[in-house]
């Protein structure tokens, strides 16, 4: 993958790393890969070379859409070699979604794009007899299992964590369901708009008017799939475990861990969490507010902040009116000073209050579409989007998002396009022990 911050690229995705992992058993699929790895190393130094704290650790990844993929994408960019293991007619759902028709008529929409680069793809059917024994070949050599199916799918397949772990005593298991592996609701599917509406999500998102609301891209499956990514690198961190390690990652349990200042708020103060719109339920002003032109959000969270903003905005006296004067007093009358505020902020645009507040120690920013997001200098400079030139299966350029991490001040990366509908089979397959007669038979008999 390119790095799209610079104006000057090289053809193809480019970078220093294997695209194919070196867990146990992975060293004549990943022959290849590491040869062209060794090859770059040698025109760059390793101050250059992205970090991959993943290296030589194989995820199997069975799943499917968002929540899943979405954690398989962190791992593959820690350096991870992802083996994408795909139903035989379509693959992951993800592949037909998205907004341009031509791509998922290819089985490469863009939502499957947004999370598969770095991985390889293979595809297997897991009902069928030989089917099932290639994937448990490939569980003797890996190191990770990560599925999304419902509780059960998988042990009536047998390729559950009792079934797999007898081929590899060491295996970490990741299981990620709407609502976890036991309890009342575990057989129920699951979608990321069920998990907001009963994790409470939506019941303070949007104001007194319009709640409930849904938050406008996939929070649930993209929290699940982070909570997922996280427990995998403590189970392969974990320096003492010497058995199978079973991980169950519910989506609602993630969801709602994360809204822990709403839910303390009930839990503990005993107030029922109401929806604020803009505004910051701990704080005022603190939310977003309309200028002469376009809107700004401000967050005075601290009495400093607030007295800073009287300043900037020439109203000194506020900081001494009974009714702004601390922070209590001013949630009590949060309308009365939002409407002040935005007489004073009518006065000039947008970027020029932004500028001035920041200036004065004022945490302030503008509000932004999702386009003007991604063209901000600041992500460019952090290397934020990275790009696939002429890539196969399409032909063209695609620019995908990566991790927003950095190490040693290094942002992770991946060298090869999210993959074809099983296009790495027989590389795969002939790292196993399957020749080419082996595999022609498979395909004969649908079994991959």
């Not at 970078?15 to 590491?34: D, P, Y």
């Not at 060794?38 to 992205?50: K, V």
């Not at 209050?353 to 952090?382: H, M, Y």
Request: charged share 20%; net charge neutral.
């Amino acid at each position: 993958m390119t790095d799209d911050s610079s104006a000057s690229k090289p053809a193809g995705p480019v970078g220093t790393g294997t695209g194919a992992g070196t867990g146990t058993g992975a060293a004549a699929a990943g022959a290849a890969g590491a040869a062209a790895a060794a090859g770059a190393a040698t025109a760059s130094s390793s101050a250059q070379t992205p970090p991959r704290p993943l290296r030589g650790i194989r995820v199997l990844d069975l799943t499917n859409v968002l929540a899943g993929p979405f954690a398989c994408h962190q791992l593959a960019h820690l350096g991870a070699d992802v083996i994408k293991v795909e139903a035989r007619l379509g693959g992951d759902l993800a592949r037909q979604l998205g907004a341009d028709v031509e791509l998922n008529r290819r089985h490469m929409g863009a939502s499957f794009l947004a999370q598969n680069a770095g991985k390889r793809s293979i595809t297997i059917d897991l009902k069928h007899p030989r089917g099932l024994e290639v994937f448990r070949r490939l569980v003797a050599g890996a190191d990770v299992v990560v599925e999304n199916f419902r509780p059960g799918v998988m042990a009536r397949l047998g390729a559950g964590f009792e079934d797999l772990k007898r081929h590899n005593p060491r295996l970490v298991y990741c299981a990620i369901s709407g609502f976890g592996q036991d309890g009342p609701l575990r057989d129920l599917p699951a979608y990321d708009q069920i998990i907001q509406g009963m994790s409470g999500m939506m019941s303070i998102t949007g104001d007194a008017t319009s709640a409930p609301c849904r938050v406008g891209y996939p929070v649930a499956d993209t929290l699940g799939g982070m909570t997922a990514a996280f427990a995998i690198a403590a189970a392969l961190a974990d320096r003492h475990r010497t058995e199978a390690t079973f991980l169950d990652i519910s989506m609602l349990e993630a969801a709602m861990a994360t809204m822990g200042w709403a839910v303390s708020n009930l839990l503990v103060a005993g107030r029922e969490p109401q929806p604020m719109g803009n505004d910051n339920v701990t704080a005022s002003p603190s939310g977003t507010f309309r200028t002469g032109r376009g809107l700004l959000n401000i967050a005075a969270n601290k009495q400093e902040q607030f007295e800073a903003v009287c300043d900037v905005v020439g109203h000194p006296a506020w900081k001494t009116d009974a009714r702004f004067a601390d922070r209590h007093a001013r949630l009590r009358n949060r309308a009365e000073l939002k409407q002040l505020l935005e007489q004073a902020l009518a006065t000039r645009r947008a970027d020029e209050w932004w500028e001035r507040f920041n200036a004065a120690g004022v945490p302030a920013g503008p509000v932004l579409t999702v386009k003007e997001a991604l063209a901000q200098p600041q992500i460019a400079d952090r290397g934020l989007v990275g790009e696939f030139r002429d890539m196969p299966g399409i032909e063209r350029d695609v620019r995908v998002v990566r991790t927003g991490i950095k190490i040693d001040g290094r942002a992770p990366t991946v060298d090869t396009p999210p993959p074809q509908l099983g296009e790495h089979a027989d590389e795969i397959l002939a790292s196993l022990g399957y020749d080419a007669a082996a595999r022609a038979v498979l395909r004969e008999e649908k079994a991959i």
